[in-house]
C-alpha cells in the first residue's frame, strides 16, 4: 500500500546501515532512509519515533521495548510491537499503563501475535467460543524445538566502531536471546504464542501457576555462554479450575511440536483447524500467513481510519509466560496477582543504559552467568 519507511533505529549502527541497504534493494522507493535518519544507540528509539512518521515498528529484545512503547505513546504514534512485550512483571505493568494512554488518544496498536490474524485459527476459535466443544476443561499447549542460535563477541566486535573494544553490554544486547532480562527466556520469547492462543480459547487468563524446569543441553552446560533455561513445564490453573498444559523446550534429537489443543464436554479440538466430538468440522478456507496478514490488517485499517488496540493481549499474554516463568525458575506456586505487584526487576534502571553501561547479569572470574536454582530462586523482589 501507500507505505514507506522513513527512519531506522538500531543499538548498532552496521547493522541498521546494512538492513537499510538490503530493503532498498528490495522495495526501492518505499524505503527513504538517509544515513542522517538512521539512529543508533540504546537510546536512538527516540530520534527515529520524533521523526514525521505516523508508525512505529518496535522490534527490539523484550526488556527494551515497554520504555519505547511509553515514548511511543507520548509522541501520539501509531505502534506495531512485536511479542513478548516485556521481560518482567515491572515492564509490564509500564506497558498497561501507556496502552491506557494509547487508548486516550486513539492510538492504534497492533501486537505480533499473529495467529489471532490467520483466518484459521479466528473461525476455530469463534466456534468455541459459541460451544462447538461445550465448557473447556483442559488446554495443552507447545513449543518444543532443537535450540535457538548464539552469537559470540566476534560478531559483536564486528559491530563496534572502528577501535572500540566490544563491551559487555554490547555483547549482551546482540546475543540478547540468552539473558533473562533481554528475552525473558524461552517461555516468553517463543512459547508465549501458544500460551495466547489458550488464553485466547478460554477467553481468560490464569490465576497461578506452578511449574518444573532446567538447563540441560543448553550450550552444552558451558555457562559462559547462555543463563536461560532449556525446558520447561507449566501447570496454569484460571478461575474456574481449568487447567493449561505447557510444554517449552530446546532440547537436540527430542520430539519436536508447535501446536495448541482444547479439551471440552462435548469434543475437542484444534484452534489452527478442526473439531471433533459432537459438533466435528474443518476449516475449509485459505490458510493465510499471519506475520504477513497481521501486517496487512494493521495498514488496511490505518488507511480506512478504523483504530484497533491488541495492547491487553499483548501484556497480558506476556505476563502468562512469566508467570510460568517465575513459577519453572523457582519450584513454587506462584499466583498472578502477588506476581504483578511484587514480582522481581530483571534490569533496574533501563531506561538509561548505553552500550558501555555494566548490564544487570555481569559474569563471574570465571566468565560464568547466574542461572536460577529451583528451591531456591525467589519470584519476589
Not at 324 to 353: H, Q, T
Amino acid at each position: 500500500g501507500n507505505v514507506k519507511l522513513v527512519a531506522v533505529a538500531d543499538a548498532f549502527g552496521k547493522r541498521a546501515a546494512y538492513s537499510i541497504g538490503a530493503l532498498k534493494k528490495k522495495y526501492g522507493d518505499k524505503v527513504d532512509v538517509p544515513e542522517d535518519r538512521i539512529y543508533e544507540g540504546l537510546d536512538a528509539y527516540k530520534a527515529a519515533i520524533d521523526t514525521d512518521c505516523d508508525l512505529v515498528v518496535i522490534a527490539t529484545p523484550p526488556g527494551f521495548k515497554p520504555q519505547q512503547f511509553e515514548y511511543a505513546v507520548s509522541k501520539g504514534k501509531h505502534v506495531f510491537m512485536e511479542k513478548p512485550v516485556a521481560s518482567d512483571a515491572i515492564g509490564v505493568r509500564r506497558v498497561l499503563a501507556a496502552v491506557e494512554e494509547s487508548k486516550k488518544k486513539n492510538l492504534m496498536v497492533g501486537i505480533g501475535l499473529q495467529r489471532r490474524h490467520e483466518p484459521q485459527y479466528v473461525e476455530t476459535i469463534k466456534r468455541l467460543h459459541d460451544g462447538a466443544i461445550g465448557d473447556i476443561i483442559a488446554l495443552r499447549v507447545y513449543w518444543n524445538g532443537g535450540g535457538i542460535w548464539h552469537k559470540g563477541r566476534d560478531e559483536a566486535a564486528a559491530l563496534m566502531p572502528p577501535g572500540k573494544p566490544v563491551t559487555e553490554m554490547a555483547y549482551q544486547c546482540n546475543n540478547w536471546y540468552h539473558f533473562n532480562w533481554l528475552s525473558g527466556d524461552q517461555i516468553c520469547e517463543q512459547h508465549i504464542h501458544n500460551l495466547d492462543v489458550g488464553c485466547w480459547v478460554k477467553d481468560a487468563y490464569p490465576v497461578e501457576c506452578n511449574g518444573m524446569g532446567g538447563r540441560e543441553q543448553r550450550m552444552d552446560g558451558d555457562p559462559t555462554k547462555s543463563q536461560i533455561f532449556d525446558h520447561t513445564f507449566c501447570e496454569y490453573t484460571f478461575a474456574d479450575g481449568t487447567k493449561m498444559f505447557s510444554q517449552g523446550r530446546h532440547l537436540a534429537n527430542a520430539w519436536e511440536n508447535v501446536s495448541e489443543f482444547a479439551h471440552g464436554s462435548k469434543g475437542t479440538s484444534d484452534p489452527s483447524g478442526w473439531i471433533k466430538g459432537a459438533n466435528p468440522w474443518d476449516f475449509a478456507g485459505e490458510r493465510l500467513g499471519g506475520h504477513q496478514q497481521e501486517q496487512h490488517d494493521l495498514i488496511e485499517a490505518l488507511m480506512r481510519g478504523e483504530i484497533y488496540n491488541e495492547g491487553e493481549i499483548g501484556a497480558k499474554s506476556t505476563f502468562t509466560a512469566i508467570l510460568g516463568r517465575e513459577a519453572c525458575y523457582s519450584g513454587k506456586v506462584v499466583k498472578w496477582d502477588e506476581l504483578m505487584a511484587k514480582g522481581r526487576e530483571l534490569a533496574p534502571g533501563i531506561d538509561n543504559y548505553t552500550l558501555d553501561s555494566n548490564p544487570p547479569t555481569m559474569p563471574d572470574e570465571n566468565g560464568a552467568y547466574p542461572h536460577p536454582v529451583p528451591g531456591k530462586y525467589s519470584p519476589f523482589a
